[in-house]
């Protein structure tokens, strides 16, 4: 259950933490069992079931997992962006010792607009259709500074040139509609950016730009970081970008964490089978394109019946060697090394023996 804490905690005077003590961890964010699911007419869709993490601020995160894993689903909850009525919301978050579950919506609102900040996969669901953009960048920014329109206005002109918009001292007036799709994704990013947020949701967020683009935006973030020392849970299909830019890596299937490691030893020393898999298929920004990539046999479950004991046991060429385990009983997560953790049932030594004697000659 959700620890329910008065309001005042969230936006109270001084910021008091005294229910601290009650639960609040000293992690800047930590999620705890995270459940979202979604009662649909073809049954309970378990998007995000049972997901725990941790963020410190000045750190990034780094979520991957194929598609319908529940990366998206589980920004959005952590954002407070599920429509309550439609989504059953579980577990507990922890931002900054406030417990963002079991806080009114309006307590979630306001600590979004002065914490928070994501960059959508989808850039229009971002921007309000009805204000200019320049608008809607100087709006973000005067939540965080006490600046007069002036000051705001240069500011989004300056922000919407550092995201590559030509012209932005004219583009700065335009509408969003006026804006093509890759100048709506890069204006959307001006404004989460402007935010100074403590906490930054990038979700996707250079898809669909090309290249240049795409390492400005990932140097504008990173310095968005070391200004802010801003916290950053970065989504992406792009291991380069994640080996570029992230501490830590969280892989994702079927809504639970498969694997969670220092990015280093998720590359060099993975203990899931997803992960080799995904290492062999995922595009890299640090790799010849003419490399052939090796897609992962099968196709990921249906969240309405995500399979018996481990869920990536239909598609685990290593199944046999748990004595039936992976069919029968859920991999717990365990910490196997020091700050490194996965989901499998494989003895420790035979996972190791395949990764360095089958997988990692291959890749
Ligand atoms: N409102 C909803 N109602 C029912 N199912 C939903 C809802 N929102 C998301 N889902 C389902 O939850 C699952 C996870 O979706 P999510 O968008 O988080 O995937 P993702 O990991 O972000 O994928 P991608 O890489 O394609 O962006 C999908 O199967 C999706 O269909
Ligand atoms: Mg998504």
Redesign the pocket.
């Known amino acids: 259950m959700a620890d329910k804490r008065p309001a005042e905690l969230i936006d109270g005077p001084g910021e008091q933490k005294d229910g601290a003590a009650a639960g609040a961890p000293s992690a800047f964010l930590e999620v705890r069992d995270l459940k979202i699911h ?1 009662p ?1 007419d073809d049954g309970l ?1 378990k ?1 995000v079931d049972g997901l725990s993490f941790q963020l410190e601020r000045g750190r990034t995160l780094g979520i991957v ?10 920004s959005l909850g952590i954002l407070g962006l ?1 429509n309550r009525r ?2 059953r919301v579980s577990g507990q978050i922890w931002l900054d010792g406030a417990e963002l579950v079991g806080a009114s919506a309006d307590d979630v609102r306001r600590l979004r607009g002065r914490k928070m900040a994501m960059i959508f ?1 989808d850039p229009l669901s971002a921007m309000h259709p009805f204000y200019t953009v320049g608008h809607q960048i100087i709006e973000a920014y005067r939540v965080h500074n006490d600046v007069s329109k002036q000051v705001a206005r240069k500011h989004a002109i300056d922000m919407l040139g550092k995201v590559g918009i030509p012209k932005p001292q004219q583009r700065v007036d335009d509408f969003p509609h006026q804006f093509s799709g890759g100048m709506r994704q890069r204006a959307m990013i001006a404004m989460a950016l402007s935010c100074d947020p403590e906490l930054l949701i990038a ?2 967020p250079t898809t669909a730009l090309d290249v240049t683009v795409q390492a400005q935006i990932l140097d504008l973030i990173r310095d968005l970081q070391q200004e802010f020392n801003s916290a950053i849970i970065m ?1 992406t ?1 792009d291991l380069g970008v994640v080996a570029e830019l992230s501490d830590d890596i969280l892989v ?1 299937y079927a ?1 639970r964490c498969a694997e969670y490691a220092a990015v280093e030893d998720a590359f060099h020393r993975p203990l899931h089978p997803y992960t080799w898999g995904l290492l062999g298929s995922m595009p890299r920004l640090d790799r010849e394109r003419s490399e052939r990539l090796m897609p992962i046999k099968g196709t990921p479950p249906s ?1 309405i019946n995500v399979p018996d004991g481990c869920a990536f046991n239909p598609r685990c060429a290593y199944k046999d060697l748990t004595d039936g385990k992976s069919i029968a009983e859920r991999p717990e997560l365990r910490e196997l090394e020091p700050g490194h953790r996965a989901a499998c049932h494989i003895p420790l030594e035979k996972r190791r023996e395949i990764w360095n004697d089958e997988i990692a000659p291959k890749l």
Do not use: P, R
Request: proline share 0%; glycine share 16%.
């Open positions: 979604f649909t869709v998007s997992g194929e598609s319908g894993s529940g990366k998206s689903v589980t599920h439609n989504a996969q979700d996707e989504i299909h994702m809504g969240l």
